[in-house]
């Protein structure tokens, strides 16, 4: 369709990933949906931007889908976020933890699937201690020696850190949310502080864990400029992991009456991270699948390459609950995931069994 995309794909990426003059205004000419001509190349939809960014990822991850296996192992959580279904005080939530027996059997269950990522996703539950975390941890490592463990425990001591990483833990999902320390304490309580959130992510690294960042798209307040602002973090920080959806509103949440935030914004973020960090594992969001049937597909499309099924027990799903209408994948069935890898050919990938590292 686009037979100039594979050349205008790289000239773009060169100028996308150097300090160069015009950088930031084209970042901010793609995030504002303008079209523009400079350098050289010309961008007039986000159809010619989503199909660089695809160029891009062929060349690095050809049409391999890789998938993940989300186990939420708790939905009890210290933290109070202004915009999370899950938070402290939403008195109205059941709260659920998954014990050890479940959480593996969710994991038997996935591998059967063709799953060699299992990411144990929870609220920060401090009933899971370092102890009972690392006893999990290496249980799952010992059964399932040939596959990733990916842990989104939120924030914890750097000697924690050391400790998971020592049990098996390989790779550390944490969003840093916000990079901009007004848009972060606007959508945080008091006692959460970007600082803090950077510092374990900076720490997350240090200890050898793979590392994902990344921010929700249409938050209250955020503005472009905050996008840009956590673009620059992230280039910093070198993230192997980027994840970004849409803000969706929760009513029980103190933002529940805020809209979910657009698509379209949502896409070119995902396309302009692809372009910045060619290499990076970047999943196409359980909320973009849910604030569209065609979100999934739409993610893929513009630079994703990764999707995170949801293993967690049915009667959980529901408990877990971060944002109203939140879109549960049925894997509980071995049909779930045909269907998943139905949706991801007719957009031309291919899920593959895989533990999907990094390509760097
Ligand atoms: N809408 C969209 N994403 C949300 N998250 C939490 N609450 C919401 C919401 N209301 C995201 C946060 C968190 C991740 C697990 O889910 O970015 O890091």
């Not at 010619?48 to 891009?56: H, K």
């Not at 960042?213 to 070198?238: C, K, N, S, V, Y």
């Amino acid at each position: 369709m686009f037979d100039h995309s594979r050349q205008d794909a790289d000239k773009l990426q060169k100028i996308l990933s150097e300090k160069g003059k015009y950088k930031n205004d084209i970042i901010r000419m793609i995030l504002e949906g303008k079209a523009w001509d400079r350098e050289g190349i010309s961008l007039s939809s986000d159809d010619q931007l989503f199909a660089m960014a695809d160029g891009i990822r062929r060349e690095v991850y050809g049409d391999e889908v890789y998938i993940r296996g989300l186990i939420e192992i708790t939905n009890f959580c210290r933290n109070d976020c202004y915009y999370c279904g899950i938070r402290k005080s939403n008195r109205g939530l059941d709260r659920y933890r998954l014990d050890k027996e479940t959480i593996l059997s969710c994991c038997r269950t996935g591998y059967e699937l063709g799953f060699r990522t299992f990411v144990l996703q929870g609220g920060e539950d401090p009933f899971f201690t370092d102890d009972i975390m690392c006893d999990i941890i290496s249980r799952i490592h010992e059964e399932f020696p040939d596959c990733a463990i990916t842990l989104s425990l939120g924030e914890r001591s750097a000697e924690s850190y050391r400790r998971l990483f020592e049990a098996g833990g390989r790779r550390y999902l944490l969003r840093h949310e916000a990079a901009d320390e007004g848009l972060y304490r606007r959508l945080h309580p008091e006692e959460m502080s970007p600082e803090n959130r950077k510092k374990c992510l900076y720490e997350l690294k240090e200890t050898g864990f793979q590392v994902g960042a990344g921010i929700m798209i249409g938050a209250p307040f955020q503005t472009i400029d905050h996008i840009m602002e956590d673009i620059r973090f992230m280039e910093e920080l070198g993230p192997d992991m980027i994840g970004v959806g849409p803000f969706m509103h929760h009513e029980d949440t103190p933002f529940g009456q805020y809209s979910d935030g657009s698509m379209e914004l949502t896409l070119r973020v995902i396309a302009l991270c692809r372009m910045i960090f060619p290499h990076a594992l970047i999943p196409s969001t359980t909320a973009l699948a849910s604030i569209s049937p065609n979100g999934r597909a739409r993610g893929l499309k513009a630079g994703a390459n990764v999707i995170m099924p949801n293993l967690s027990p049915a009667d959980c799903r529901d408990k877990y609950s971060i944002y109203n209408n939140k879109a549960a994948t049925g894997l509980e069935s071995a049909q779930g995931l045909e269907n998943l890898k139905k949706t991801v050919a007719e957009a031309g990938y291919r899920i593959v069994t895989d533990i999907g590292d990094v390509k760097r």
